[in-house]
Nanobody, 114 residues
Framework: QIQLVESGGGLVQAGGSLRLSCAASGEIFSISGMRWYRQAPGKQREWVALITSGGRTNYADSVKGRFTISRDNAKGYLQMNSLKPEDTAVYYC??????????WGQGTQVTVSS
């Protein structure tokens, strides 16, 4: 089992920055990679970024060049720069294990004002 807790969300003006953190506990040795997703009001949850166990990263086109995903053992991060009002959403951390099991955090709210 893996438990995930996100933090770092908040209210920021357009053009500002936030850094989200995802603290993992439990069987962290089994984590193969981590992803961030977001869900805006009235919309489906969408994938934002991925980092593999080997450090390879990938981003949704909507955040490429503005967001950076990273990981330090049991902690994952999402550095968000040049934020836009359309980035407003609840952001979720996801970890996937070597057994192919997905784990989710409870989410953290990010609100970007114009």
């Amino acid at each position: 089992q893996i438990q995930l807790v996100e933090s770092g969300g908040g209210l920021v003006q357009a053009g500002g920055s936030l850094r989200l953190s995802c603290a993992a506990s439990g069987e962290i040795f089994s984590i193969s990679g981590m992803r961030w997703y977001r869900q805006a009001p009235g919309k489906q949850r969408e994938w934002v970024a991925l980092i593999t166990s080997g450090g390879r990263t990938n981003y949704a086109d909507s955040v490429k060049g503005r967001f950076t995903i990273s990981r330090d053992n049991a902690k994952g991060y999402l550095q968000m720069n040049s934020l836009k009002p359309e980035d407003t959403a609840v952001y979720y951390c996801n970890a996937f294990s070597t057994a192919g099991i997905n784990y989710w955090g409870q989410g953290t709210q990010v609100t970007v004002s114009s």
